[in-house]
């Protein structure tokens, strides 16, 4: 095994009380309220129909941050706020570039570095991975995913290009996780495949505690995974 390659949003970050956060703290000065953790959660559910559009044929690929605005609008709409001006849309936007890390992130990612080429293997494109990296004091020996494969998870060529660019066969590669599903088609696609639990993802009790596809590593968190891999 030569690198490891991380799912980011919710493996590595907490984007829901991130984005609930961020966006309380924009559009609540300007007289908007609702719960904004169901807020998250509504532009969260329209990530992967925008991403089908673009893996189906029916969209060329686009760089997420203008999936994300586009889905924005879509949840703004449904609350009736038609009024929430452009320069405050856009800033919210790019919300997703500075989501906050899990707390066991930092540590554990500099340690299994010691032993392992690490890099992002993510659907957000490599300036949204830049500023998450600069934003939470990550190093990474590069960056690899959609942007690269011109396609989005869990199509076959982002985790092997990934790999490829990495120099690594993809037998090489493990495909780093909280999510069953992404690593059911990082696994078919030749890889070796790590579970992190994150069960609280979705809220508290909500995200996945053990894997529910065949891993070759199952961890309670990243310092876990560290330990697993001998870090």
Not at 7 to 18: I, K
Not at 98 to 124: F, M, T
Request: with cysteine; glycine share 4%.
């Amino acid at each position: 095994m030569k690198a490891l390659i991380f799912d980011v949003f919710g493996t590595l970050v907490d984007w829901r009380n991130s984005i609930a956060d961020q966006a309380q703290q924009l559009l609540a000065p300007q007289g908007y309220d609702t719960d904004w953790l169901a807020f998250a959660d509504a532009w969260r559910n329209e990530y992967q129909p925008a991403m089908e559009r673009v893996r189906s044929g029916n969209r060329s690929f686009c760089k997420l941050d203008v999936l994300h605005r586009e889905n924005l609008d879509i949840v703004l709409s449904r609350l009736g706020w038609h009024s929430v001006n452009q320069a405050t849309c856009d800033k919210l936007t790019l919300a997703w570039h500075s989501l906050e890390a899990w707390p066991d992130v930092n540590q554990a990612l500099h340690r299994l570095r010691q032993k392992y080429i690490v890099a992002p293997c993510s659907n957000g494109h490599i300036a949204l991975m830049v500023n998450l990296a600069r934003h939470n004091h990550w190093h990474w020996d590069a960056i690899t995913g959609a942007e690269i494969a011109r396609d989005y998870k869990p199509q076959s060529i982002v985790y092997q290009t990934s790999a490829e660019v990495l120099g690594c066969h993809w037998e090489e590669t493990i495909m780093v996780a909280a999510h069953s599903s992404d690593l059911t088609a990082a696994k078919q696609s030749g890889l070796q495949t790590a579970f992190i639990a994150r069960p609280d993802e979705y809220g508290p009790g909500l995200g996945e505690s053990k894997a529910t596809t065949p891993v070759d590593f199952e961890a309670l968190d990243l310092a876990h995974l560290a330990d697993l891999l001998e870090c």
